[in-house]
């Protein structure tokens, strides 16, 4: 099976600007392209603290105009993205600032792929259905792990039927991508958890995916390593800004080998508790992850193999395949150490759903670049050992 025809084709990544201070460039930048109004797309949280206050005087220092959007919900809905589309035309915008976590990456896309293409967000559902660039397009990260400031992707919730739309193609992403490790301090510990498991969500799937090449290979095994040196860290000190600075490299590295590489079904089963009943994605892929790797683990012993090895592990002398089980065990232990719940019933999710979500999760367009063949009872078995 082929990897996602708009991973094959994502060859220039956005201009990335990663370090503490990253984030007052925006303005410079948005005046280098020639823009003159930008939309900030945030949520609230970030609207009500000041930080999107900051951004948009960072972009009136530069002479330019900015209008904020806290539009952006956990799992942006379809409904996010049309509110800020009115939001953006009845302001006169010509260019987008997202500012946030995958939230408002996601959210921001959404809204500058329907103002320049029309119609709605549920038109562009699937891979290269996005046939005009956006406008221009700056992400600013305040969180480590969605890689969303850097691929060619956006999910937005349908809230006629619950399910996350994926979209993906060559002009769904940003020109510039900021990873500024001083907006990271704020973020409580969980959600510091979250995120960073998601990162190496991204990670472990672009290495053991049917996409993977050199290029991803090798941005995702020091994302692995990355995230096994300072997670920990920035959970327990979320002031410490070395680890904050080496998530910011972890995830914006993840984000850039999933955009060559693909991603496999702990993302496809993941979608669906974030969409359905609102499930943190973070926590749901760190929850999927183990599970995957051991139903996946067969298909590529080396490689996961290898993944222990970036971890940190000592597997001089193990067989490949007692390598491979150091790997899932080492990212089990790495999740309880930073307090990830231990399944999915304990956080809301009733048995009743599993049908239908491994219905979609089938769907997905994650789930043809996993290395082991799936069928539907296999979803079904997996959600079963993640509740």
Same mark, same amino acid.
């Given at each position: 099976? &082929?990897? @996602?025809?708009?991973?094959? !084709? ?17 303005? &410079? ?86 103002? %320049?293409?029309?119609? !709605? ?47 993906? &193609? ?109 499930? @943190?994605?973070? %926590? ?18 080396? !490689? ?67 290395? !082991? %063949? ?14």
């Amino acid at each position: 099976m &082929s990897m @996602p025809l708009g991973a094959v !084709r994502f060859l220039m990544p956005p201009i990335s600007l990663i370090g503490c201070g990253a984030s007052k460039a925006v303005g &410079s930048y948005l005046k280098t392209y020639g823009v003159k109004k930008s939309l900030i797309v945030t949520d609230q949280g970030l609207a009500k603290i000041g930080v999107a206050d900051t951004i948009k005087k960072y972009i009136e220092e530069a002479g330019l105009e900015a209008v904020i959007y806290p539009g952006a919900e956990p799992n942006p809905t379809d409904k996010n993205v049309a509110d800020g589309v009115k939001v953006y035309k009845d302001n006169g915008c010509d260019s987008i600032v997202s500012l946030g976590g995958g939230s408002s990456h996601d959210c921001g896309k959404g809204i500058a792929i329907v103002a %320049v293409g029309g119609g !709605r967000i549920h038109d562009y559902k699937g891979i290269d259905t996005v046939t005009k660039p956006m406008p221009f397009f700056v992400a600013i990260n305040t969180t480590a792990g969605t890689g969303s400031e850097v691929t060619p992707a956006a999910v937005i919730t349908n809230t006629e039927n619950h399910v996350k739309m994926v979209v993906w &193609s060559i002009n769904v992403s940003a020109n510039v991508a900021i990873d500024d490790p001083e907006l990271m301090v704020g973020m409580p510990p969980a959600l510091t958890a979250a995120t960073g498991m998601d990162a190496l969500t991204h990670a472990v799937e672009a290495y053991v995916s049917l996409g993977h090449n050199p290029k991803a290979d090798a941005l995702a095994l020091k994302s692995i390593e990355f995230i096994a040196k300072y997670l920990r860290k920035a959970v327990a000190n979320g002031n410490d800004i070395e680890a904050r600075t080496g998530m910011a490299y972890a995830e914006y590295l993840a984000g850039e080998a999933f955009s060559s590489a693909g991603l496999g079904i702990a993302h496809s089963l993941a979608h669906q508790p974030g969409s359905f009943i609102g499930l @943190p994605h973070g %926590v749901c892929n760190a929850i999927f992850l183990p599970l995957v790797c051991e139903f996946n683990m067969n298909a590529c012993l080396e !490689r996961f193999a290898d993944v222990a090895a970036a971890m940190g592990e000592d597997i001089v002398g193990m067989s490949t395949r007692d390598a491979a089980l150091t790997a899932i065990d080492a990212i089990r232990t790495l999740s309880a150490d930073i307090g990830i719940p231990s399944g999915l019933k304990e956080l809301g999710m009733k048995e009743d759903d599993i049908p239908m979500m491994a219905e979609w999760a089938m769907k997905e367009v994650c789930t043809p670049t996993n290395p !082991r %063949v799936t069928t539907v009872k296999d979803m079904i078995e997996l959600y079963k050992k993640a509740m």
